[in-house]
């Protein structure tokens, strides 16, 4: 059973910051390239950013030079530093393997006020 737990949104002004963290289970994190992916109402679920197992990252053009994905070996959790936050990151945040599985966890809200 794949495990996926997402925590750290929250409401912050534009230009603020937020770390969202994503626990998941020793396998699916250690066997997957990860990524976050986020869904802004109306709109379909889209990838923003991703770490292989390797290290290596990939970035959505749209928050490329802001948010950082990083992970704890040790904890088997990945994390999303969001700076410099737009009302357009509006959206809830989740976090998959990539490809993903097709069971998702419930997603953590982001609100990026004007």
């Known amino acids: 059973q794949v495990q996926l737990v997402e925590s750290g949104g929250g409401l912050v002004q534009t230009g603020g910051s937020l770390k969202l963290s994503c626990a998941t289970s020793?396998?699916?994190?250690?066997?997957?390239?990860m990524g976050w992916y986020r869904q802004a109402p109306g709109k379909q679920r889209v990838e923003v950013a991703r770490?292989?197992?390797?290290?290596?990252?990939v970035y959505a053009t749209s928050v490329k030079g802001r948010f950082t994905i990083s992970r704890d070996i040790a904890k088997n959790t990945v994390y999303l530093q969001m700076n410099s936050l737009k009302p357009e990151d509006t959206a809830v945040y989740y976090c998959n393997a990539v490809p993903s599985y097709s069971a998702w966890g419930p997603g953590t809200q982001v609100t990026v006020s004007s």
């Open positions: 020793r396998t699916t994190f250690s066997m997957n390239t």
């Open positions: 770490i292989g197992t390797g290290g290596s990252t």
